[in-house]
């Protein structure tokens, strides 16, 4: 009943701030100077410092770029949501495609997350919506099941939504549940900035564990001390940092990483996109799972490369055995997930 009383109470609030702005034309601008033109609207995008997100949205630009050149692309941040809905809908037309930020954020894990798209879905259901690479965690709570069936009902009504899974549990679970939605069975689209390799000045062994509602270590500690017994060089990282991240500074914030990721001869994470990152940068890694299966179901797309090793957890031996094993390494094998899986999705994703 009290989380009931929330989504009444948050849909009031959401519903007054499309209110607000109705009737200011002066926001309008971004939308208005390309009305000529057709139009991408990318909605949802991340101003938070998870890197992983930074990184979806910076892959995404780059699929805008690479295979989207005669739309003019239009972001909506997160936090810009609720009041450019309303100017969205004063001047979409049929040709334009409104996109929304992928990411594991489908289900009631996320609530904010989930309800923005909600609210995307119901105000511009008309039109053609691509809901980029997800993972879907709806709970058995009374809550999860409320918000699936809700999301069942908008996402059936739509004209056109494209869902895009990022693994299979998530693929078949939107097959299953979202049937008159296209659903297109793809990696998550990180995988989509590997560039050629640099196997110099590999420094030290990285760590890269969570400390959020995600984790599932029981010692985070305990896991740093058995990495740092085995290699006085122990860098502590995360892919969170504590500031606003945005089109002025996203580019070199995912570079930073991507670069800090370089520097490592070895990563041992929990994070899903600590392991994308050590895939394509070619730097072996040592993953765990999360709470959730975006992990394990990720894993899966690079399950035989020979120098990402997924383990049940992270004790002391496992880690010692685990870094041997890929310290000895003499070959590396190339990663293909790009080539493979991540060109040419236009047509993937249906768009003529």
């Given at each position: 009943?009290?989380?009931?009383?929330?989504?009444?109470?948050?849909?009031?609030?959401?519903?007054?701030?499309?209110?607000?702005?109705?009737?200011?034309?002066?926001?309008?601008?971004?939308?208005?100077?390309?009305?000529?033109?057709?139009?991408?609207?990318?909605?949802?995008?991340?101003?938070?410092?998870?890197?992983?997100?930074?990184?979806?949205?910076?892959?995404?630009?780059?699929?805008?770029?690479?295979?989207?050149?005669?739309?003019?692309?239009?972001?909506?941040?997160?936090?810009?949501?609720?009041?450019?809905?309303?100017?969205?809908?004063?001047?979409?037309?049929?040709?334009?495609?409104?996109?929304?930020?992928?990411?594991?954020?489908?289900?009631?894990?996320?609530?904010?997350?989930?309800?923005?798209?909600?609210?995307?879905?119901?105000?511009?259901?008309?039109?053609?919506?691509?809901?980029?690479?997800?993972?879907?965690?709806?709970?058995?709570?009374?809550?999860?099941?409320?918000?699936?069936?809700?999301?069942?009902?908008?996402?059936?009504?739509?004209?056109?939504?494209?869902?895009?899974?990022?693994?299979?549990?998530?693929?078949?679970?939107m097959k299953v549940n979202f049937p008159k939605s296209r659903v297109v069975f793809i990696p998550d689209i990180v995988f989509s900035l590997a560039t050629k390799r640099n196997e110099q000045n590999r420094e030290?062994?990285?760590?890269?564990?969570?400390?959020?509602?995600?984790?599932?270590?029981?010692?985070?500690?305990?896991?740093?001390?058995?990495?740092?017994?085995?290699?006085?060089?122990?860098?502590?990282?995360?892919?969170?940092?504590?500031?606003?991240?945005?089109?002025?500074?996203?580019?070199?914030?995912?570079?930073?990483?991507?670069?800090?990721?370089?520097?490592?001869?070895?990563?041992?994470?929990?994070?899903?996109?600590?392991?994308?990152?050590?895939?394509?940068?070619?730097?072996?890694?040592?993953?765990?799972?999360?709470?959730?299966?975006?992990?394990?179901?990720?894993?899966?797309?690079?399950?035989?490369?020979?120098?990402?090793?997924?383990?049940?957890?992270?004790?002391?031996?496992?880690?010692?055995?685990?870094?041997?094993?890929?310290?000895?390494?003499?070959?590396?094998?190339?990663?293909?997930?790009?080539?493979?899986?991540?060109?040419?999705?236009?047509?993937?994703?249906?768009?003529?």
């Amino acid at each position: 009943m009290k989380d009931l009383f929330k989504i009444i109470k948050n849909e009031i609030k959401r519903w007054l701030i499309v209110a607000k702005y109705a009737g200011k034309t002066q926001d309008s601008e971004k939308f208005l100077a390309h009305k000529n033109k057709k139009r991408i609207f990318y909605m949802m995008v991340p101003t938070h410092g998870n890197l992983g997100d930074q990184a979806i949205a910076e892959a995404t630009y780059k699929l805008f770029k690479r295979e989207f050149a005669d739309y003019d692309v239009i972001t909506t941040y997160d936090e810009d949501v609720y009041k450019d809905i309303y100017l969205i809908k004063k001047c979409i037309t049929k040709d334009d495609i409104v996109v929304l930020h992928g990411g594991g954020n489908m289900g009631d894990l996320y609530k904010t997350a989930e309800q923005q798209r909600q609210c995307i879905v119901r105000n511009l259901f008309e039109y053609k919506i691509i809901i980029l690479t997800q993972t879907t965690n709806y709970s058995d709570s009374k809550y999860g099941e409320f918000l699936l069936k809700r999301t069942q009902k908008l996402f059936n009504k739509c004209k056109d939504l494209t869902l895009c899974a990022r693994e299979n549990r998530t693929f078949e679970f939107m097959k299953v549940n979202f049937p008159k939605s296209r659903v297109v069975f793809i990696p998550d689209i990180v995988f989509s900035l590997a560039t050629k390799r640099n196997e110099q000045n590999r420094e030290f062994i990285m760590t890269c564990l969570r400390s959020d509602e995600e984790s599932v270590q029981t010692s985070v500690g305990s896991i740093l001390n058995s990495v740092a017994e085995l290699d006085s060089k122990t860098f502590i990282y995360d892919t969170y940092v504590a500031r606003r991240i945005d089109s002025s500074n996203r580019q070199v914030e995912v570079n930073s990483i991507i670069n800090q990721f370089y520097r490592a001869k070895l990563v041992v994470t929990d994070r899903m996109h600590g392991m994308v990152l050590a895939a394509i940068t070619g730097t072996p890694c040592i993953v765990t799972k999360s709470l959730d299966y975006k992990i394990i179901g990720t894993y899966q797309w690079i399950k035989d490369l020979n120098y990402i090793k997924l383990v049940k957890k992270l004790d002391g031996e496992t880690l010692r055995q685990s870094i041997q094993e890929l310290e000895s390494l003499s070959d590396k094998d190339e990663i293909r997930v790009k080539e493979k899986y991540l060109l040419d999705l236009r047509t993937k994703l249906g768009v003529s």
